[in-house]
C-alpha cells in the first residue's frame, strides 16, 4: 500500500510565498532605480540640447558685441547662462561661453 500527500503543507506554502514574494521586491525595487536612472539621462540630454540651441542661436544671429556681455537665458526646461567676451584687437570676434548646471559649451563667434 502506498501513502501519497494530498497537496502541500502549510510551512511548505509559507515558505514559497515568502520565497516569491522577496523575489518579487527585489524585481520591482531594479525596476525603479532603472526608471530613475532613464528619467535621468533624459533631463540631462534636454539640458545639452537647451545649451545646444544656444550656443547655435548666437552662431546664426550675430551678437552685438560692443562690450563684454553675460547674460541668462530662461528655456523652458533650465537656466542657461551665455558670456560673450571680445578678443583683444578684432571687434568682430568674441569668445562666446554657454553653460548649465552640467554641461559649458565654449566657441568663437562672430559679432556685429
Known amino acids: 500500500m502506498t501513502c501519497s500527500r494530498q497537496g502541500f503543507t502549510l510551512p511548505e506554502v509559507c515558505v514559497a510565498l515568502t ?7 527585489a524585481l520591482l525595487g531594479g525596476w525603479n532605480f ?11 540630454l534636454e539640458e545639452f540640447y537647451d545649451v545646444l540651441g544656444a550656443m547655435e542661436s548666437l552662431v546664426a544671429a550675430r551678437p552685438n ?3 563684454s556681455l553675460t547674460g541668462l537665458h530662461s528655456l523652458e526646461s ?5 558670456r560673450l567676451t571680445r578678443v583683444p584687437g ?3 570676434l568674441a569668445w ?13 563667434v562672430r559679432c556685429r
Open 19 to 25: 520565497v516569491f514574494l522577496v523575489g518579487t521586491t
Open 34 to 44: 532603472f526608471n530613475r536612472e532613464v528619467a535621468g539621462e533624459r533631463k540631462r
Open 65 to 67: 558685441c560692443a562690450d
Open 78 to 82: 533650465s537656466e542657461v547662462s551665455v
Open 90 to 92: 578684432n571687434p568682430h
Open 96 to 108: 562666446a561661453v554657454v553653460a548649465s548646471e552640467h554641461y559649458s559649451l565654449k566657441r568663437l
